[in-house]
């Protein structure tokens, strides 16, 4: 089996589940390979009934000890018993699942795993699934992966396609030295790739993953240092020296700049007329204002005759962001014209957008990563912007050098990571910091609550929306999904609304839907249209709704510190106090410690390093990743010690074109 093979051919993958994995990404058997489990089932050994914690996954081993029942609920129908063990009596539930009453039987020893819920006063079991000792010991020790899915493509066939990939295939030569897995204890990378998806055990998981990750980060770090070597030749092709206009719209800004913005400020001008096209980060914490240091940027390069592009990281945000600029512009009767052009454009629209950009009828040009598609071809592109997407600098600038010219690159981020990590993650670009936010702000009011305190939250929404104001409920998922107990956006829209009833106005935005249905639904909270928004985290990068003073996060524990803090900078943005609350239903001491970070300081940089001492190295199952800078596996605070590892090793090896490290493993 070759890599470029399509997943069709494997046993057990037709037309249909083609197209469902096509929809994910997945062509080929390379494809598959590299889709790594996003968690992994557990069978963990069982506890005492007097140890079960409320909101997790369990399991118990005790005897049935009360009678089975079998009632019709409101419109389900119920099974129940009860078990016990030395330390406790347990109530067990199972709904709509009458069979149950046959497989229990008083008297008997089994192993029962289930939800552990608090209904009433009292923990109970839910759902749970049950084994015979014999079987269960079988099965633990196992971790089963887990897949991101879409809906019709089960767990089981992605497991089972991979499974034959990785039988299947002539194994990779490892590009990694064999003295230097020695010497950092990295494994060979046929081991890696099996261990990623398919761990005998938890040892093997642990080194499957350092590997992996290991060679994300080797891989990324290379690639800079090329660029750093490659960017010591490249000259200011696109000088631009002045200022007048951008000079004279800052002073016409119905504020002035913070002193922070002002000295960052200075630098782009400095970068912009030096003897060396920019490559600057911007790193600002959430609501410090970077946006109008991109646009003066982009206004000084239009008027001196070139263009410039801002990209931004979704479709939602780089809408807003051409709104923005467009109606400054009218405002300010500066005679620039602004394209707009992203992935979801129709096709005669992208035509007319590349046209105009050909042939410099615009000069800025807003957009997402469709901006770097070959069709682009730019007459004068002098700048890039990219907010949010460190990424797309580097490969980026790697393919503008190859056409001729580079422009001046700007790098904007709202994540704050300590100054050790930032040197080894942005190697390659000067680091200037907004560290001051505008004067007008009230700080931010926070709480961590559990999920008994839902009602008190939603009255305080309805006041917030009755003076006016609009709030955000933040859920992790879009739909209900098997096994995964966490809020999610359409069922949570649905409560919401019979418990808020029709006098407010709810709507829902996540991910899965359709570009115009998330335009519009965007729209009409940016007008006001919509009272309360229900979304998953696609409204964490950049949006700015400067009425929006409350965010409700549910199943707080399930985000990374840094997540949750941009998630919180949504509110904030304007002149009113706003609110932020934590929810979860987790008792656990170690997420209350987390969220409590959060709850006593605003200061992002704050919050990354103290997030960095908490992540311990063996905490890796959870749902953790901070999602900077898109890695796959690794995680740049939680697997910090790896990203250290793989600047030293950087620092031995030749540049990535001599040795390569494996691309696929991007
Ligand atoms: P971020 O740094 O998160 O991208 P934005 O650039 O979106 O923040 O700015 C947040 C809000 O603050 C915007 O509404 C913007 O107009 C406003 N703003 C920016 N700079 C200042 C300032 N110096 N004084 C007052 N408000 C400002
Ligand atoms: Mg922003």
């Not at 249209?529 to 709704?545: A, C, M, W």
Request: hydrophobic residues 35%.
């Amino acid at each position: 089996m070759i890599e470029s093979t399509k997943v069709t051919e494997l046993k057990g993958i037709g037309d249909k589940s083609g197209k469902l994995m096509a929809s994910l990404g997945i062509e080929t058997v390379r494809d598959l390979l590299f889709h790594y489990p996003r968690a992994y089932e557990r069978f963990e050994d069982p506890v005492a009934i007097g140890d079960l914690e409320e909101g997790k996954i369990q399991t118990i081993k005790a005897y049935i000890t009360g009678k089975v029942q079998s009632t019709r609920g409101k419109s389900v129908q119920i099974t129940t018993t009860f078990f016990e063990d030395e330390t406790g009596r347990l109530k067990a539930v199972w709904f709509r699942m009458p069979y149950m009453k046959n497989c229990l039987k008083r008297g008997e020893e089994i192993i029962l795993r289930g939800y552990v819920a608090m209904r009433g006063n009292q923990l109970v079991m839910e759902q749970g699934k049950i084994y015979t000792p014999q079987e269960y010991e079988k099965l633990q020790g196992y971790l089963l992966p887990v897949y991101h899915t879409t809906k019709g493509l089960s767990n089981n066939l992605i497991s089972k396609g991979i499974r034959q990939v990785i039988d299947g295939m002539t194994l990779r030569e490892d590009s990694l030295p064999g003295e230097i897995r020695k010497k950092y204890s990295l494994c060979e990378i046929n081991y890696a790739l099996r261990g990623i998806h398919f761990p005998l055990n938890v040892e093997e998981y642990y080194q499957a993953r350092k590997r992996l990750v290991f060679n994300e980060f080797l891989d990324f770090i290379l690639s800079l240092k090329e660029l750093k070597i490659e960017g010591e030749k490249w000259e200011n092709e696109y000088p631009v020296c002045d200022f007048t206009e951008s000079e004279e719209l800052k002073k016409n800004l119905p504020f002035s700049l913070t002193n922070a913005q002002e000295k960052v400020w200075n630098e782009i001008k400095a970068d912009l007329a030096s003897q060396k096209p920019m490559s600057r980060l911007v790193q600002g914490d959430v609501g410090s204002g970077k946006t109008i240091l991109a646009v003066l940027g982009l206004i000084s390069v239009a008027a001196q005759g070139f263009q410039g592009a801002m990209m931004a990281p979704t479709e939602v945000l780089a809408r807003q962001h051409y709104g923005s600029i467009v109606k400054l512009l009218e405002e300010y009767h500066l005679p620039y014209q602004v394209v707009l052009l992203t992935g979801s454009l129709t096709e005669a629209k992208k035509r007319e957008a590349y046209e105009r950009i050909e042939k410099r009828e615009a000069s800025i040009i807003i957009g997402t990563h469709a901006l770097i598609q070959e069709k682009v071809i730019y007459d004068s592109l002098a700048l890039v912007i990219t907010d949010e997407q460190h990424r797309f600098g580097v490969k980026q600038r790697e393919s503008f050098a190859n056409k001729g010219k580079v422009p001046h690159i700007l790098v904007m981020s709202a994540t704050p990571i300590p100054r050790t990590l930032a040197i080894i993650l942005y190697g390659d670009l000067d680091i200037s910091v907004v560290d001051e936010l505008p004067k007008n702000r009230l700080p931010i009011k926070n709480c961590v609550v559990g999920v008994n305190y839902r009602k008190t939250a939603y009255r305080f929404m309805m006041e917030e929306v009755k003076k006016g104001r609009q709030c955000y409920v933040i859920c992790p998922m879009v739909e209900e999904s098997e096994g995964m107990e966490a809020e999610n956006v359409l069922d949570y829209a649905k409560t919401l609304k019979d418990a808020m009833g029709s006098d407010f106005s709810i709507d829902f935005l996540h991910g899965k839907m359709k570009q115009k249905e998330k335009d519009e639904k965007m729209e009409g909270f940016v007008e006001n249209k919509t009272n309360i928004l229900v979304s998953t985290t696609v409204i964490e990068v950049g949006i700015d709704v400067p009425n929006a003073t409350v965010i409700l996060i549910e199943n707080a524990e399930r985000f990374g510190l840094a997540q949750l803090h941009q998630l919180r900078g949504r509110v904030g943005r304007g002149e009113h106090q706003s609110y932020c609350i934590f929810m979860t239903p987790s008792k656990s001491s170690a997420t209350k410690e987390r969220l409590e970070i959060l709850n006593n300081t605003n200061d992002g940089f704050k919050i990354a390093s103290e997030d960095l001492r908490l992540r311990g190295p063996g905490d890796l199952f959870g749902i953790r990743q901070s999602g900077l800078l898109n890695f796959k596996l690794g995680d740049v605070f939680q697997d910090s010690d790896l990203l250290k590892m793989a600047k030293e090793v950087s620092e031995t090896l030749e540049l990535k074109s001599n040795i390569t490290i494996d691309r696929g493993l991007l």
